[in-house]
């Protein structure tokens, strides 16, 4: 009794969070109304030189300004790694293409990494909009990746750290050398109406890799080759935990990729996530948590509503172990507690529809951190095989049907007290 009066809490609570969280508007940029054309500055498309040193200059000049609007006319433009400033609104018009130069032009770099193409770090009220698109020109990154010619990090095509008032929307992103926009420890930030595309093999492509606070992403479209979108935070730096908090993803069309992820780097701590009316569709995993016992942390009160999945390998993976789960649970033994133990708190998954899937829910804590507080309800997935409930803790479930040809439907560690611990299944 006193388990359920628990959990009933926890459903409570977290389902207030989400009414919160429902109606996050995260500030805008404040960027001022006067427009500066790139052309006007002398910026041309077409050519076969690079403009980045003439954009740069551009943007610059905007920024000296005061800020504003920076209008690209439609057409190709081949650059290399642009700083952005705050107050800026850079404008992709329908038809702009901006193309990453090639590996083999110089390309620059510092100790560790090759240079993001749009990046800012401490800035405010940051725009890039759309409709043009960004082409990453990938491939010849990817081979070089995959035969280990490659010493330093790839670029990024968007990466920005510690920038406040953020807001990407309308453009389309393709084929990053690595992740098509990164976001670190940044606050009020709005994402809408951006396509990001990569092939479902290409390396290191995640779509949004996200820290910080007071996040709106929505109406999106992301298939890309690692996760579509990620949240995650190493320990705190310059904050107190938790350092990620507040994340809302709505309306949104995810295809092949890792899924909507969380971590696996989870030491800094997340609190508030909901994500609302979000389809899958060939996904590699559809609700994703996963960290490890060196790089793990306290992550708590996440809403996942009024879910689609279709074709989705893994639809709902909870993971405290990764890369790679033991072959039992029974071979792992506990462990002392720790500062970077993973540990997964008040999850609510509701109106979840998955079907052609080959896994079906797989919640694996750990022997010294079982899960604690999970409800799911109004849940309906067909998969070739049956639950996993691995140190699942606390876990409450209504309308519940896994549909499942495999037997067992669900497999239980250790075994649950009695059968009433199980789900329906058929």
Known sequence: MKALSLLLA???AVSALAADLASL???????????FSAADLGVFPGGAEPVTVALQKAIDHVAAAGGGKLVLAP?????????????????????????????GQNYPADASRYASLLGAEGASDIRVSGPGRIDGR????????RAKELALRRPQLIQLEQCERVELSGFTSVNPPNTHVALRLCREVTIRDVTLEA??????????NLSGKNYLIERCRISTGDDNIVVLTHAAKGWAPPVCENFVIRDCELGFGHGLSIGSYTGGGIRGLLAERVTFDATTSGIRLKSDRDRGGLVEDLVYRDITMRGVKSPVFISSYYPKE????????ARSLAAKTPRWKNILIENLRATGAENSLILWGLPEQPLENIVIRDVRIASKRGAKFYHAGNLAATDVLLETGARPAQDFF????DSAASLPSR
């Open 10 to 12: 926890a459903s409570l």
């Open 25 to 35: 508007a995260p500030a805008g940029p404040n960027i001022p109304g006067r427009e």
């Open 414 to 417: 250790p075994a649950p007290p």
């Open 138 to 145: 990938g491939e010849e990154w990817w081979r070089a990746f």
């Open 326 to 333: 033991p072959k039992s649970p029974a071979l792992d033994p």
């Open 75 to 103: 057409g190709e433009y081949r650059v290399g790694p642009l700083r952005l400033a705050s107050r800026l609104d850079l404008h992709l018009s329908a038809g702009v293409l901006l193309k990453l130069l090639s590996r």
């Open 199 to 208: 092939p479902d093999d290409s390396p290191n492509t995640d779509g949004l």
